[in-house]
């Protein structure tokens, strides 16, 4: 099945020669790498492993630990992919505001995204260089206005799809 790991357990105590060890559960879970990544060409198996005290499934576990990675590439997309790594100032009203508005445009990439390119993966970093850092032209013809795109452009259908998908939203009422 592709797609489908592999997830094991054992009991791991680290600094095993201390009289005050603890043994805790080691996790490991194996994946496939997706075929045409990097990591095939390398190696079978990725393995992402981790420790936990907590009581509970093993898969739950497993599950919940990857929801957290989630939120830590959350938050490394709000540093990096939005700017939020360094504040522009030494004032707190003045980072506060600046701190929404980073946020809202974080949020509207995200909901493009997902809405309009059908992904939730992609970067914030990535979806600026792939759809807004783009010279392109707008014509009015016959009271029509029509965006020229670069040819040989390679997220063009993509755009495209993405564009007409949102149009299509019904507006608020």
């Given at each position: 099945m592709e797609g489908a790991a592999d997830v094991s357990e054992t009991e791991y105590t680290p600094f095993e020669s201390k009289p005050d060890a603890v043994s805790v559960r080691l996790i490991v879970r194996r994946v496939k790498p997706t075929p045409?990544?990097?990591?095939?060409?390398?190696?079978?198996?990725?393995?992402?492993?981790?420790?936990t005290d907590r009581e509970g499934d093993t898969l739950d576990l497993e599950a919940d630990h990857r929801r957290h990675a989630e939120i830590e590439n959350t938050i490394r997309d709000l540093k990096y992919g939005v700017g939020l790594n360094h504040l522009p100032s030494g004032r707190f009203p003045a980072n506060a505001v600046w701190l929404a508005v980073q946020v809202m445009a974080y949020n509207l990439a995200r909901w493009t995204t997902r809405i309009g390119l059908g992904e939730a993966a992609a970067t914030t970093k990535t979806f600026r260089r792939r759809f807004f850092s783009l010279a392109g032209r707008i014509t009015r013809k016959a009271r029509r206005l029509t965006l020229h795109l670069p040819q040989g452009w390679p997220w063009q259908n993509q755009f495209g799809r993405a564009l007409a998908k949102l149009r299509a939203l019904p507006l608020p009422s």
């Open positions: 045409g990544s990097q990591l095939a060409l390398f190696t079978t198996y990725s393995y992402h492993a981790f420790i």
